[in-house]
Every structure is written in C-alpha cells, then in structure tokens.
C-alpha cells in the first residue's frame, strides 16, 4: 500500500496472539507496521515484522518491486516483534546491507547471529542518500529499550517514528488517519503508552525535544495508524503521559475475597461521587486486565487502592498491580488506601511502606478495619473518596 510518493506500507496485522509481550491483552489486535522505500539508487525496508508474519510480509514487499532486490534494512528498533523476520529478510536478500547503531548491530549478532561485514553503523545525526530520498538517524535511547532510534525522511517530511506514536489495534482496511475514523485508537494509544512504555517518562521527554526542531508531516511508528491529520495528538498524547500530567478523576483499585474490601472500595467512590468527581473508575483487580488498569491511573489523578491481609501481606492481585507500578511515572499522583485484616493487620502498613519509596503525594488517613467493615469504616472510607476529589 503505498502511503507517500514512493513510500509503501509493508505492515501485518496480529489478530491471533491474546497478550503482546506475554503480558498486555490485546482485544483489537496489533499490527507491526514497516515500511518500504523505493528509489533510484536503492530499496530500504525500515524494519521488519514478527516472525510468524514473514511471508506475508514478503508478498507485500514483491507486490511493490518485484524482484529487484532490498539493499538497505533500516533497523530503528530491535525488539522482536519488529526485528523477527531479520535473519529471514537476510537470507532472502543475501547482499542487504543493515542500518543501525552500535548498540543494534550488537543485538543483531545477539539475537539472530546475522551481522555482516557491509553493515553500516550509524552515529546520532548520519545521513543516507538513496537518490531522491535523504534520510538521517536520530538516536533515541531508553525509548523504550537502549538502541532505539529514528529514522527522518527529509525528503518526504516523515518520521518513522518506531514504537514511539505507536498503539494498540490492528488496522482495519485503511492505514494512514486522513482515510479512517480514529476514534478507538486513542485509548489503545493510553493503554500502550502505560504498558510499554510508562517506565521511560524521562528519555520520551528527551525524545520530544529533540524532535522539536524537524518538520515532520507524517508519523510512521511501528503500531497503528500512520499519522498525518493527527500529529499533534499523538504528540500530546505521548507529551502529557511522559510529564506525568493528569486529568481530573479517580481510579479505585482493590482486591477482595469475600467482598468486605469491596464494600469498602464501594464507599470510596461514593465518597468521591458526593463530592462531585464525575470521573470514576472501579477496577476489582481479579477481574481487569492490568493494562487497562494501568491506563486509567496515567490518566487520572487521583488513586486509592485497596486490599485484604493475605498470607501475611498484601492481597496477590494488589500486590501485582504495586509492583507494576513500582516501574512506572506516578509518582504525581494522589494516593489514599484502605485494607482490611482478620487475625493480623499488614495491608496498610504494607501499602504506607510502599508508598515510602513511591512518594506519591498521600491523602487523608488510610482506612483499616478488621473482618467485616462498620457503618462507621465506611463512613470513614466515602471521607477518604471526598478528600481524594
Ligand atoms: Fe513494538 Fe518495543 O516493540
């Protein structure tokens, strides 16, 4: 499909895998997008795909030349869902020269075995002339792993971006945002943004300030749409995310056994209700999924988190959720918390130890009780939502 002059989109979409990395459920699919440039003095491919997707991918790439063959294999990021089909593309184009930075070129060795003596490194701010096409690498690094860069078409005015701009969702049909309604993307976007990337506030930050100078008309990433209309969305969206900032709301985690913590947590939100949030999100954290757990709490201020004592701490599912969050930006955020406890009380103590480290700003005073909740706890827990407005 071609997207630009002689800029093509080679992508795929994963319809069939339940959880990308392993971890982060995937309802709507994800694509691995890359891109195909032709030009008179040579072919690029920027990035490959996941593995299981060579052979479409290949179609795509004959369905645009044929047979002649790829001479450059831009790596902008090495992670496998893109870097999965590189041995294959190596093998299929024996004389293909691979583009990338100290660090890439180590992890192709590393990870596939498939360097070659043609392989041209490339250093922050080096060009590659393909004729009409000029192209310069920007090193961007942490974002999300330590080779990551981009790749600018100055040419063209597009930035293919790697995973930064990217999302959730497989592509339906169309491509590029000036062609489709983007309406679902865009929590796919928060939601991959907290999973993905949420621990690298900083070096996102560094990433968009080195972009700030480049004109840039089209966004390429590795997931999701191509951005034209919506560039400055997606910028923002990455912006606010990485700065930390917040949109006012709640978000009310907890786990229960035998709903006496959910009651609880029920009281919270009523709390928060009274005093007039209208944004209220309740996830029983044995139910949801934790990434669009941990998309809420990027979005909203405010966080109060509750669990029962279990084995002599905190409940699993909470439990969880703490450590995720332990490697993520919050530390912004509003923080109240509740826990219950039958013989030995250690969920609060627990949570207020946690947040020792974590730092987030507290609220109130956290709310304990043992065995089943009183009127007067939850009482104390709708003040706890009040406070967190
Ligand atoms: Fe889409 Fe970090 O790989």
């Not at 995720?324 to 039958?342: A, D, E, I, K, P």
Request: hydrophobic fraction near 40%; include cysteine.
């Amino acid at each position: 499909m071609n997207i630009k002059g002689k800029v093509h989109y080679v992508g795929v979409n994963d319809r069939v895998k339940h959880r990308f990395e392993g971890l982060w459920f995937l309802p709507q699919g994800v694509s691995y997008n890359a891109y195909l440039i032709e030009d008179a003095q040579g072919v690029a491919l920027v990035d490959t795909v996941d593995v299981a997707f060579f052979g479409e991918y290949m179609d795509k790439i004959r369905r645009v030349i044929g047979d002649r063959p790829v001479d450059y294999l831009i790596i902008n990021h090495m992670e496998p869902d893109h870097s999965g089909a590189l041995a294959l593309i190596r093998s299929q184009y024996p004389h293909i020269r691979l583009v990338g930075n100290a660090k890439t070129l180590q992890m192709v060795q590393g990870f596939y075995g498939a360097g070659g003596p043609e392989d041209i490194e490339v250093k922050d701010g080096d060009t590659l002339d393909l004729g009409h096409h000029k192209l310069s690498f920007h090193l961007t690094p942490m974002l999300h792993w330590p080779e990551t860069m981009m790749t600018y078409c100055a040419t063209e005015k597009i930035l293919f971006s790697g995973d930064a701009f990217g999302c959730f969702g497989a592509l339906n049909g169309n491509v590029v945002d000036t062609q489709m309604d983007t309406a679902d993307y865009w929590p796919e976007m928060e939601r991959y943004y907290a999973a993905i990337l949420g621990k690298f506030g900083a070096p996102v930050q560094a990433g968009l300030k080195k972009l700030a100078g480049i004109d840039i008309q089209m966004i390429c990433s590795t997931h999701g749409p191509v951005w034209v209309n919506e560039i400055p969305r997606a910028i923002d969206t990455y912006r606010r995310f990485s700065a930390g900032e917040t949109e006012p709301g709640l978000v009310v985690c907890y786990g229960s056994m035998y709903g006496n913590t959910q009651r609880v947590a029920e009281a919270v939100a009523e709390g928060a209700a009274e005093a007039g949030m209208r944004r209220i999100v309740v996830h029983n954290l044995s139910v949801s999924q934790p990434s669009f757990v941990l998309a809420d709490i990027f979005r909203y201020g405010s966080l109060a988190i509750g669990s029962p004592t279990y084995n002599g701490g905190l409940f699993p599912v909470v439990e969880d959720l703490l450590k995720r969050l332990s490697g993520r930006s919050v530390s912004r955020h509003r923080l109240g918390f509740f826990g219950g406890f039958t013989w030995s009380g250690q969920a609060v103590k627990t949570i207020a130890d946690y947040n020792e480290k974590m730092k987030m700003e507290l609220v109130g005073d956290p709310v304990e009780w043992k065995q089943a909740p009183t009127a007067e706890v939850l009482e104390q827990a709708r003040q706890l939502g009040k406070l967190l407005v």
